[in-house]
T-cell receptor
Framework: DQQVKQNSPSLSVQEGRISILNCDYT??????FLWYKKYPAEGPTFLISISSIKDKNEDGRFTVFLNKSAKHLSLHIVPSQPGDSAVYFC???????????FGQGTRLTINP | DTGVSQDPRHKITKRGQNVTFRCDPISEHNRLYWYRQTLGQGPEFLTYFQNEAQLEKSRLLSDRFSAERPKGSFSTLEIQRTEQGDSAMYLC?????????FGPGTRLLVL
């Protein structure tokens, strides 16, 4: 039962353009959402988060959008840079159990 | 600013052996988590501590797995009688709130 899904295993974007990574969830009890970036052989690095009471949060080049009615969130990176090439994980926080539920990840490749 | 550290970074063991991993969280964080990640998947929750109390355990944590956080600071994860299916990256995270900060992980290979 995959409660958090990232349906695109990979995404390729040209340097300078916008990267849009998508995530869907099924559990309406999730109250906080996070995006992590992961390089090979390293742990996930926190990027940006959003509370379920908001619909947008912005931090520099990164913006996360939340559509609660559609149970969908997205991460926008603009402009995309070569250093953004990594695997991106969407995660949802379940407050009762104090745990993160992760999607399967999307591998983003930024082409020069 | 010291982040979450884990030791060892890599472990190769033979099936049936016991292994123990250590995690040192960010010093002011009272919450500590263990996750497991296999190839092509996102991290999966294993267990959660608030201070020294283990408050949540996943059904993924079989009887062969045990975790401790004896003084509410560092934590250990032990796997007894390892099996090939235990091969994975074991990640530790700590937090003071919803945002969890991860260590570099321990990659376990069971031969």
């Amino acid at each position: 039962d995959q409660q958090v899904k990232q349906n695109s295993p990979s995404l390729s974007v040209q340097e300078g353009r916008i990267s849009i990574l998508n995530c869907d969830y099924t559990n309406s009890m999730f109250d906080y959402f996070l995006w992590y970036k992961k390089y090979p052989a390293e742990g996930p690095t926190f990027l940006i988060s959003i509370s379920s009471i908001k619909d947008k949060n912005e931090d520099g080049r990164f913006t996360v959008f939340l559509n609660k009615s559609a149970k969908h969130l997205s991460l926008h990176i603009v402009p995309s840079q070569p250093g953004d090439s990594a695997v991106y994980f969407c995660a949802a926080f379940l407050g009762g159990a104090q745990k993160l539920v992760f999607g399967q990840g999307t591998r983003l490749t930024i082409n020069p | 600013d010291t982040g979450v550290s884990q030791d060892p970074r890599h472990k190769i063991t033979k099936r049936g052996q016991n292994v123990t991993f250590r995690c040192d969280p960010i010093s002011e964080h009272n919450r500590l988590y263990w996750y497991r990640q296999t190839l092509g998947q996102g991290p999966e929750f294993l267990t959660y501590f608030q201070n020294e109390a283990q408050l949540e355990k996943s059904r993924l944590l079989s009887d062969r797995f045990s975790a401790e956080r004896p003084k509410g600071s560092f934590s250990t994860l032990e796997i007894q009688r390892t099996e090939q299916g235990d091969s994975a990256m074991y990640l530790c995270a700590s937090s003071m709130s919803e945002t969890q900060y991860f260590g570099p992980g321990t990659r376990l290979l069971v031969l």
